[in-house]
């Protein structure tokens, strides 16, 4: 008797601890995620298909493709070029610098406080640009800017008399540096801190050289994270426009500073060109985004997946 | 001369001695473990074998060549991890082939060790694997192949089984001993189970604070302990207070009883000395008979079921000591509260 009491009490206790559960509904399920949703629709599926429609219309709102095929004239190939210049050249400076300083700072036998100085530094200067950034630049690397001026008075050397030019594709791509290789040590920091010490023993201990090491290990495990921070660094160059339009002031047609012109300019104004310069510069960012994922299917197939 | 030989090498981490003057020789073959609590400076130890670490004094010979400052890769000295270590990039045969590319083997010589190496750790058909996609015993497996197939004068291994469940643990130390057996070769081993070092090896390197304790095989090990850190981190032991000695008729007083005890294992005796005693070397319930025997009797304070051992505890005026005894299917265990005898020959014991 008693022993089914207790049965009967046990029972019910359990499904009190039910109850008491919070309900696993749907909507507490979604609720934090909420406002991402919200914001990728209204800020990028919602602008993303205004952004293609307005591509196909003319100023009257009549569908054309002539938008499209103003595309393929000589200046607007050459911004497109220039872009994608720049953006490959400052990915591969940025990220080959941004790597090496951050191999120095995690696998490096560096002083306490480097690592942690060198993290927050990159963590302002990745987000240094615009009009700022121009600005530090002209005034330290510009024709009187100060390095420039002490290069020339201390030591002799006047950088713009032996080719360098602040508003050229060099200096450019110097500016853009800038804020690319703090964005790789932010980024390729944690796959570094990945490494195990073993395998570099272990690679050591079967006789392997430093360089063997390097090519055959080190290389071929970062690879996936070395091109990931490659990519965002192309995007992040290729995206960037005040920084170019507040240095060069349109001295280098880069493509946003086409699509800028078009949009809001009173000389250039076109919208629908506009719209279908930034489809281009879209189906670039794919194109890219194609070769990252072939390369990168190829460099992680040991990857768990 | 030994095959290898470590004389008096020390390891200096800013103010802290690591490794004291420590001193090995192996034979050709051997196998050698190197036994005691974290931090003792066992792996450091082995670290400075491998060429990771250099010490501070002391040096480091192999097969009559000093070797203590030559780089790793030039040592030819097989080493395992207690994290596998093998490279994540690359397939089970070109972990196992690594060391043979280094070396420049032409490719067949190459395939034909590592179909070799596979063989001997039964994981044929798991060549073209990923290490991801491998248990961790058959991670470590290959580990082990790897640091084989380059013919190494030595072999260390650092805690390899630590990471691992306990019946992958019991099946691969066989394994290991097994392989080592078979290729004859010269292995030093890092554990911190006493279990798995006696077991394996043929001499049993006991450290502690850097120091060792003693050297010998695995029974010297037990039932000689050199020193009193060795007695008690080897095995279970009993350590009763002893009122009064009488080193001319080699008794003493324990809880009220009179302990005939070995002489010649008692060493200069502390300032208050102990009784040691194995816990297996109580037997109960017999008469005690002979000038050799012992006996004390008291009360049972609890029972633990072991499975195949069951240990007493008995309170004996006071002082609890513990008793083994095997377990047997029809068994009828003593209960809390029970007197009872424990008998043990003079032999048994030893004044610490």
Redesign the interface.
């Known amino acids: 008797m008693s022993n089914k009491n207790q049965l009967t009490t046990n029972t019910k206790m359990k499904r009190d601890a039910l109850e008491v559960r919070p309900k696993n509904s749907f909507l507490s399920n979604w609720i934090g995620v909420t406002p991402f949703f919200i914001f990728t629709l209204f800020f990028i599926v919602l602008p993303s298909v205004s952004l293609v429609t307005r591509a196909f219309q003319d100023n009257a709102g009549n569908f054309t493709l002539r938008n499209f095929l103003d595309l393929f004239s000589p200046a607007i190939l050459s911004s497109y070029w220039v872009s994608i210049r720049i953006s490959f050249a400052t990915a591969l400076a940025g990220g080959l610098l941004g790597f090496l300083m951050a191999y120095a700072i995690t696998v490096g036998k560096l002083p306490d406080g480097v690592r942690s100085g060198i993290l927050t530094f990159s963590g302002v200067a990745s987000n240094f640009a615009g009009v700022p950034l121009a600005f530090a630049f002209v005034a330290t690397m510009g024709r009187t800017g100060m390095v420039t001026v002490l290069l020339k008075n201390v030591f002799h050397i006047n950088i713009y008399n032996m080719g360098f030019n602040l508003y050229s594709f060099l200096g450019l791509s110097l500016t853009y540096t800038f804020f690319q290789f703090p964005l790789m040590i932010l980024v390729i920091t944690p796959a570094l801190d990945g490494l195990k010490k073993e395998w570099k023993e272990a690679a050591e201990n079967l006789g392997a050289s430093q360089g063997m090491y390097l090519r055959k290990v080190l290389l071929p495990i970062l690879m996936p994270s070395i091109l990931g921070g490659m990519i965002l660094l192309f995007g992040n160059s290729f995206g960037a426009y005040a920084t170019a339009y507040s240095l060069t002031g349109g001295f280098i047609n880069l493509i946003t500073i086409m699509v800028g012109s078009q949009i809001k300019g009173d000389v250039l104004y076109n919208p629908g060109l506009g719209y279908a310069l930034a489809v281009g510069m879209v189906i670039v960012m794919l194109i890219m985004m194609i070769f990252y994922y072939l390369l990168r299917r190829r460099s992680e197939r040991w990857l768990r997946k | 001369m030994a095959f290898i030989e470590l004389s008096n090498i020390s390891k200096v981490y800013g103010t802290t001695t690591v490794v004291e003057k420590v001193n090995l020789e192996a034979e050709k073959g051997e196998f050698i473990s190197f036994l005691g609590p974290s931090g003792c400076g066992k792996t450091t130890t082995l670290r400075m074998v ?3 670490e250099q010490p501070n004094t002391g040096s480091i010979t192999l097969d009559g060549a000093d070797i203590t400052y030559l ?4 040592r ?4 395992v ?1 207690q ?1 596998y ?7 089970v045969g070109q972990n196992i082939g ?2 043979l590319q ?2 420049k083997l032409p490719k067949e010589e190459i395939k034909q060790k590592v179909d070799e190496m596979l063989a001997m750790v039964h994981l044929e058909s798991h060549i073209d694997k ?3 996609q491998l248990s961790g015993g058959q991670q470590q497996r290959i580990a082990l192949a ?2 084989l197939a ?1 013919n190494p004068a030595v072999l260390l291994l650092d805690e390899p089984l630590s990471a691992l469940d306990a019946k992958i643990r019991v099946e691969l130390r066989l394994e290991i001993r097994r392989i080592q057996q078979t290729m004859g070769i010269t292995t030093i081993y890092v554990t911190h189970d006493q279990e798995e070092a006696m077991l394996l090896s043929d001499r049993v390197v006991v450290m502690s604070q850097g120091h060792v304790e003693q050297i010998g095989p695995p029974s010297r090990i037990y039932n000689y302990p050199a020193t009193e850190f060795v007695a008690q981190f080897v095995g279970q032991l009993n350590l009763l207070p002893v009122s009064a000695v009488d080193m001319a008729s080699a008794t003493c007083t324990v809880a009220g009883h009179t302990i005939r005890f070995e002489t010649s294992v008692a060493r200069e005796l502390s300032e208050s000395p102990r009784l040691a005693i194995r816990p297996e070397e109580l037997q109960i319930g017999f008469p005690a008979a002979g000038e050799e025997a012992n006996t004390l009797s008291g009360e049972i304070a609890s029972v633990l079921f072991l499975g195949a051992i069951v240990r007493l505890r008995v309170l004996v005026n006071g002082v609890l000591i513990t008793a083994d005894i095997f377990n047997e299917r029809n068994i009828t265990f003593p209960r809390a509260g029970d007197e009872i005898v424990l008998n043990f020959s003079k032999h048994a014991c030893w004044l610490i």
């Open positions: 491998a060429g990771f780089p790793p890769r030039q030819n000295i097989g080493m991890f994290s270590a093998l490279f994540p990039n690359m397939t690594f060391g280094t070396r990923y290490p991801y790897r640091a380059i």
